[in-house]
């Protein structure tokens, strides 16, 4: 069963945030990808995870309007014998130009996702000729900016793929990274960014 929720959450995000490591480690702090994209390929959440990988090359590219505030992604104990094994993953992305994170402009983009995540993820269970065991929640959230001293928000998208064997699950949340790909694509083509 395949469902995308509309959410809006209420615990503001900060950013920057985590502590300021010194012995150079990328765990668990924020690093502006769009001015370091070089780093991506060797941060924990992308190694031995390309899609990942490629999902924050994508936002992150110059041309696109959006930048990655933070990501992972975890195998989990499903919740019963029907599905004993689970992926769960977020992004948090925001508009590139802080002074666009207003509330009603990411309200915009999350019901266009929504929309075009909703169509392109029909599509492949039609071309399928199965179901795609996959929730996915758009949730918008209250951020403060801390370099900028501005408030605003961002969007954080969660993608829960469950079903029998790992494999199969992982290929099920690849669907969802690519429809979140080609969703933002389609609401901002910035002469095809997902190629520069």
Not at 98 to 112: E, G, M, R, T
Not at 155 to 166: C, K, N, P, R, Y
Request: glycine letters at 6%.
């Amino acid at each position: 069963m395949m469902d995308i929720v509309l959410s809006e959450g209420s615990k503001q995000f900060h950013v920057p945030y985590g502590p300021a490591i010194s012995d150079g480690s990328l765990e668990a702090r924020f690093i502006d990808l769009k001015t370091n994209p070089e780093i991506i390929p060797v941060l924990p959440p992308c190694v031995g995870w390309p899609e990942t990988q490629e999902l924050l090359i994508q936002i992150n590219k110059s041309r696109s309007p959006f930048m990655t505030l933070a990501a992972d992604q975890s195998f989990a104990k499903g919740p019963d014998p029907e599905r004993p094994v689970i992926l769960v993953s977020f992004v948090s992305l925001c508009f590139a130009e802080i002074s666009h994170n207003a509330k009603d402009l990411v309200s915009d983009l999350v019901s266009f996702l929504q929309q075009q995540m909703d169509a392109i993820l029909k599509d492949a269970i039609s071309m399928l000729d199965n179901t795609l065991d996959l929730e996915i929640i758009l949730e918008i959230q209250p951020t403060h900016f801390h370099h900028h001293e501005i408030e605003g928000w961002s969007l954080t998208v969660m993608m829960i793929a469950s079903g029998q064997e790992h494999h199969a699950v992982r290929g099920t949340w690849g669907y969802g990274i690519h429809a979140l790909i080609d969703g933002l694509n389609a609401y901002a083509p910035q002469d095809d960014w997902t190629s520069s």
